[in-house]
Nanobody, 120 residues
Framework: QVQVMESGGGLVQAGGSLRLSCTASGLPFDDVVVGWFREAPGYLREGVSCITSSGGVTYYVDSVKGRFTISRDNDKNTLYLQMNNLKPEDTAMYYC?????????????WGQGTQVTVSS
C-alpha cells in the first residue's frame, strides 16, 4: 500500500519562508518522479514543481521560478520544497505527489495535503 505524507505547512507573512517535506512508502521511491501540486479555492490543482528520479531534471511553474526549490533524498524516501519570498497568491493546499509525469500534470499517488497560508 502506497502512503504519502506531507508536513511543514503553516501561516507565514509575505516575504517569509517555509519548507515542506514529504515521505513516501510502498513504492520504489528512487525510481519515480515526485513533485508538489497545489490547489487554491476556486482554482484547479496545478503542478508547482516536479523532480525526476535522479534529481537531474526539474519542472517549476513560472510563478514560483527563482523562489521555490525542489529536492529529494532517495536514501530517506523524502521530498522537499523550499519556499522563499512567499506571496499571498501562494496560499493553497499543497499536495505531495508520487509517481508523477515529468510534465508535472498529474500523478498516481497523493498525500492528504498541507495548508500554506501567506498573509499580506
Amino acid at each position: 500500500q502506497v502512503q504519502v505524507m506531507e508536513s511543514g505547512g503553516g501561516l507565514v507573512q509575505a516575504g517569509g519562508s517555509l519548507r515542506l517535506s514529504c515521505t513516501a512508502s510502498g513504492l520504489p521511491f528512487d525510481d519515480v518522479v515526485v513533485g508538489w501540486f497545489r490547489e487554491a479555492p476556486g482554482y484547479l490543482r496545478e503542478g508547482v514543481s516536479c523532480i525526476t528520479s535522479s534529481g537531474g531534471v526539474t519542472y517549476y511553474v513560472d510563478s514560483v521560478k527563482g523562489r521555490f526549490t525542489i529536492s529529494r533524498d532517495n536514501d530517506k524516501n523524502t521530498l522537499y520544497l523550499q519556499m522563499n519570498n512567499l506571496k499571498p497568491e501562494d496560499t493553497a493546499m499543497y499536495y505531495c505527489a508520487a509517481d508523477s509525469d515529468e510534465a508535472c500534470s498529474g500523478s498516481r499517488h497523493w498525500g492528504q495535503g498541507t495548508q500554506v497560508t501567506v498573509s499580506s
